[in-house]
């Protein structure tokens, strides 16, 4: 019988790799609980269970195609498991309210995910959404102010 970790490292990479990589959504069906539920994920609203996770994989996809994520790190203890993620794009499309900026995009995440009788049960993920968004174009970056607020209110 496969360790946890094992057993951790082979379902994240079926996730990763399938379902975020390949596009195949069904996977999810076979790796989430029916009962999963994210508690806080960059910002984004994530419904319960498979179709959930899917939706969001989806408009991920939507808004950058060609996205590719990689698992750059799993570390498991017991039934949780963190991974460090990288995605790697291009924006082409619209993501929430912001339209394509054509930008190429890389934004790191870190996840944490419980694991339950080889099914993802919970999940709590953080991502370097400001960046991500700077990198779209829609905030700007420190070095990349406004004129008016790059200068301040100096006095002449």
């Known amino acids: 019988m496969a360790s946890n970790a094992e057993e951790h490292r082979q379902l994240f990479r079926r ?6 990589n390949q596009k195949h959504y069904d996977v999810a069906h076979e790796i989430v609980d029916p009962g ?9 609203d994530i419904k319960q269970g498979p179709e959930g996770v899917i939706a969001m994989v989806k408009a991920w996809h939507a808004a950058m195609p060609d996205g590719h994520m990689t698992m750059d790190d799993i570390i498991t203890e017991g039934d ?13 499309g619209k ?34 959404m ?3 968004l700077q990198q779209m174009g829609a905030i700007p970056t420190p070095d990349n102010q406004p004129q008016s607020a790059a200068q301040g209110d100096q006095k002449e």
């Open 15 to 20: 996730w990763f790799e399938e379902m975020w």
């Open 36 to 44: 999963f539920t994210a508690h806080g994920a960059g910002g984004q």
């Open 80 to 92: 949780l498991s963190t991974i460090r993620m990288t995605w790697e794009a291009t924006h082409t």
């Open 95 to 128: 993501f929430g309210e912001i339209p394509a900026s054509g930008k190429r995009i890389k934004v790191t995440s870190i996840g944490i995910d419980r694991v339950i009788n080889g099914k993802i049960t919970e999940g709590w993920g953080e991502l370097n």
């Open 130 to 132: 400001l960046g991500m």
